[in-house]
Every structure is written in structure tokens, then in C-alpha cells.
């Protein structure tokens, strides 16, 4: 007996707390589209030189997701049988039975599945699980397993090891378990405003509070916006002092994905009506093409240690900020321009009304306020 939960391949897949989201609603046909283009603009980047999406709801709890059930349990509320470790396979079993994904965090040191980094660490790192097949004991799963976001099998006897023996590292949130269920009927339309006011906040490098109240309770010594690539920069400083240090290619990951959501954005806007200048498409897909450059570049890196690469790398940086930070202000300038010869100047924030909010519908006429 066998059951599979439908996934597909996420529009972004940097890290698994977006991905697996994104995963099972690329399964269920566009309609989350214009709700993702709506998001996803701004990035940060930390202390520890991580990039990432900035988002209310990554923090690993993917609550603010309006197109899913989400549910938050304690792992020992999850497992029935305590005293057997393979209670938490039945339990499982049984959620995806009632049409839940159920997403967690394991310790990768145990799946063979996993990356030998993984193998060598006791390491927590999330797993969605969307199937399970009892003839061959064992779950679908879906991870950054190498590098790249992919839908492998786990033997049962692997999972419940990794289950078993506690990691030491990335255990922030270890003892949860989400279950997630697609939400059925729910329509969010393209929301213009949040995106002029996040392409505002990017070049402004201003930490997205606007429309994202929650951030400021979790965001925390992050730069965001145009200043990443300052922090890029010096981030590869330190690397050319310090050649015996491997690079974190998921910077660059990251980075290309940012473009590459950009220019689905851009795209849409321009098949609804919201932008029309094709120079705009044209250039963005130029800094798609320099940012998969720089991903290219760092995993080259990483195999060959050639220092000139990274040098080089290093010199590239900030003519690539300049270049969008022109490109985002016309841009910002342009879709202003054309959709304030409406009747619905309040879309735009040019009266300062922040707690409007104007969607794009399917018709591609405007109307409608947000209940965000």
C-alpha cells in the first residue's frame, strides 16, 4: 500500500522553509503566482553572511502563507507510542492518510539520501515528507539533499534513526512537527502596491515594516536591500584573505534566485497591463544572466581554489548593484507613472494611506481591498 501527496518543483528553492511550501502549491496549478510575485522582493543578509528572502513567515513556521493549513506539534504530542521509536512512521502514515505534508527537522548524519557533508555531522535539517510506500518501507521526501532542491525516497529504517539519535547543530525547532494541508477556493490576486512599496524598501535599504508588522520582532541585526552587496563584498574580501576558507555558494544561489523571481514579476506585470517598457524586461534578464554568472563563479571556486576567480568576482559586485539599483528606480518610476492615470491613485501610497491595498484581479481590472 502505497500514498503520494502531489509536489512539484518550486518556483524558489534557496531554502527549505519557502521550498516546500512553494512545492506543494506548484502541484496544484498558477493561481499562488501573483501572490509570490507579490512577496519575495526584499533580501537580507547577517552577521554570518547568510542571504535570504526576507519574509514575515520565514522563520521555519511558514504561517503566513494564505494557502495552507498549518499546524504546529510538539514531536512527543505527535508520536502515540513513546516507548517504540517507529511510532513516529505510523503517525506519519496516518497524517499524510488525512492529506497533511508534514515537514520536520532530522538528523541528516543518519539518510543516505543526504549529502556526505551531511553524513559526516549530527546535523537537524528539515525534511518534507509527502508519501510513503509500505511494500518498500519507505517515505517520499523532498530536500536540499545536494545542492539542489530534489523528491528522493527514505527507508524507514534510515528515518527512524534519524529520528532516534539527537543532532548537536541546527536544533533550533528540532522537537516541532508542521502539518500542512492545501487550503480549497482561495484566490489572491497581484498586489501593486506591496510591491512599489518593497521595491521602495530594497533600494532605500529599508527593513520592510510597512506591510510586514511582524518583522520587526524577529529582525535583527540584518542589513536588507541595495546595502547586501556592501556586505557581499565584504564578505569576499574575507574569503581573499583567508583562501583556506570554502565558499558558501548559497549566497550566489540566493541571489540568482531573487533575479530570476524579478523577472517572472516583471513579466506579469507587463502581460497585465501594469508595465510596458520592454527595456526594463530586457535589462533585468541581463542581471538574471551575470547573477547565474556569479552562482557559476563560486561553485567553480569551490573545486578549483583559484583565487583570481573570486578577485574578479569581487570587482564585479558593485558595478551589478549599480546597475540594478537604476534599473528598480526606473522601474519603480515607470509603473508609478502609467498606473496613476487611474482613478486609483490610493493604489500607488501617494496619499500615504498605508492600510490600503489594491489587487490586480483575475480580470485585470482593480478593486477590492486586502484583509492583510
Not at 546535523?123 to 517515505?139: P, Q, T
Not at 556569479?294 to 569551490?302: I, S, T, V
Not at 496613476?340 to 485585470?364: M, P, Q, R
Amino acid at each position: 500500500m502505497k500514498k503520494l501527496l502531489p509536489v512539484n518543483q518550486p518556483l524558489i528553492s534557496s531554502y527549505p522553509y519557502y521550498a516546500g511550501p512553494l512545492a506543494i502549491l506548484a502541484s496544484r496549478g498558477n493561481h499562488y503566482i501573483p501572490w509570490v510575485l507579490s512577496n519575495f522582493i526584499q533580501l537580507s543578509l547577517d552577521n554570518d553572511y547568510k542571504l535570504d528572502f526576507f519574509q514575515p513567515w520565514i522563520t521555519w513556521k511558514p504561517y503566513e502563507c494564505p494557502f495552507l493549513d498549518v499546524q504546529i506539534i510538539n514531536r512527543d504530542v505527535f508520536s502515540r507510542q513513546q516507548e517504540q521509536p517507529s511510532g513516529i512512521v505510523e503517525e506519519i502514515i496516518n497524517a499524510i492518510d488525512r492529506g497533511y505534508y508534514v515537514y520536520l527537522k532530522v538528523n541528516h548524519r543518519y539518510l543516505s539520501i543526504s549529502s556526505n557533508w551531511y553524513q559526516q555531522i549530527d546535523n537537524a535539517h528539515e525534511l518534507l515528507i509527502y508519501g510513503y510506500c509500505k511494500v518498500s518501507e519507505s517515505f517520499q521526501v523532498a530536500d536540499n539533499f545536494g545542492g539542489k532542491y530534489d523528491f528522493k525516497s527514505c527507508p524507514f529504517d534510515e528515518f527512524i534513526q534519524s529520528c532516534t539519535f539527537p543532532p548537536s547543530f541546527n536544533i533550533d525547532h528540532y522537537n516541532k512537527i508542521i502539518l500542512m494541508k492545501p487550503l480549497e477556493n482561495v484566490f489572491l490576486g497581484f498586489d501593486l502596491l506591496r510591491v512599489i512599496d518593497s521595491l521602495r524598501d530594497y533600494l532605500e535599504s529599508r527593513t520592510t515594516e510597512i506591510r510586514n508588522d511582524l518583522s520587526i520582532n524577529w529582525a535583527r541585526n540584518i542589513v536588507v536591500g541595495i546595502r547586501i552587496y556592501q556586505k557581499i563584498e565584504e564578505y569576499i574580501e574575507s574569503l581573499i584573505e583567508q583562501p583556506d576558507k570554502k565558499l558558501d555558494h548559497r549566497i550566489f544561489h540566493v541571489l540568482w534566485e531573487h533575479k530570476c523571481c524579478m523577472t517572472r514579476r516583471i513579466e506579469y506585470m507587463r502581460e497585465n497591463g501594469l508595465l510596458t517598457d520592454e527595456i526594463i524586461l530586457i535589462q533585468q534578464k541581463e542581471l538574471e544572466t551575470k547573477a547565474l554568472l556569479f552562482r557559476n563563479h563560486a561553485l567553480k571556486y569551490n573545486i578549483t581554489e583559484d583565487i583570481r576567480i573570486i578577485k574578479k568576482m569581487l570587482k564585479e559586485v558593485n558595478p551589478f548593484a549599480i546597475q540594478e539599483a537604476n534599473l528598480i528606480s526606473h522601474m519603480v518610476e515607470h509603473i508609478c507613472d502609467i498606473n496613476s492615470k487611474t482613478d486609483y491613485e490610493h493604489i500607488l501610497g501617494t496619499d500615504l494611506d498605508y492600510n490600503s491595498c489594491w489587487f490586480l484581479a483575475k480580470s485585470g481590472k482593480p478593486g477590492g481591498k486586502s484583509n492583510t
